[in-house]
């Protein structure tokens, strides 16, 4: 069932949800130019794994790309820049904050165009804020390559505090973990 967590326990997709530059949606047909943009960079892929070829990104990318609970396009100015995803985090992998997993785990990916301006911040704070709504007092956790310091630098400005580091897709993996529980007094 944590793979679930998102679609059966919250409604979707919410609303469009605003901040000051940004709105966050579920994603549209016209958006699939910028998931194919996005996928193919070089420069995004450098800490996921490496870019996909932008042929077979054409051809295997459905009309509407995205469409799923946990998913949220970020746009500015009425255009797709990035994405932040809310999805339960793979029990086989390393890395969890309860012995049973089923955590939430924080992503996101923004268009290179994008990058140093504090969209990637802005977006997750409004997921994050968005998410401890829907379920209070849930953790969610990040995973980014400890090499990865744009991404470093966004866990904690968001908050996520370091749990561990461990080996993972042939590097060095930060895990850090987030709650919107307040300490009682």
């Known amino acids: 069932m944590p793979d679930e967590i998102t679609a059966r326990l919250v409604a979707w997709p919410p609303a469009p949800i605003r901040t000051e530059r940004l709105a966050l949606r579920a994603s549209e047909a016209r958006d ?57 985090r793979d029990a086989q992998r390393p890395g969890h904050v309860r012995p049973e997993a089923g955590e939430t785990e924080l992503g996101y990916l923004f268009l290179p165009q994008a990058w140093g301006r504090g969209y990637a911040a802005e977006a997750c704070a409004a997921a994050l804020d968005w998410f401890a709504d ?38 060095e993996q930060w895990f850090g ?9």
Do not use: C, Y
């Not at 070829?53 to 255009?79: I, N, T």
């Not at 090499?147 to 370091?162: C, Q, S």
């Open 177 to 185: 973990v987030w709650s919107s529980a307040k300490p009682s007094d």
């Open 32 to 88: 699939r130019a910028a998931f194919i943009e996005l996928f193919a960079s070089p420069e995004v892929g450098t800490h996921i794994g490496g870019s996909r070829p932008r042929d077979e990104l054409e051809r295997a990318m459905p009309e509407v790309p995205g469409r799923r609970p946990g998913l949220f396009v970020v746009e500015l100015d009425g255009a797709m820049v990035g994405m932040t995803t809310l999805d339960p």
């Open 134 to 171: 829907a379920q209070p007092g849930e953790p969610v956790v990040l995973t980014t390559q400890a090499a990865n310091n744009r991404a470093l630098h966004v866990a904690k400005k968001l908050g996520f505090t370091e749990v561990e580091r461990f080996e993972e897709f042939g590097a």
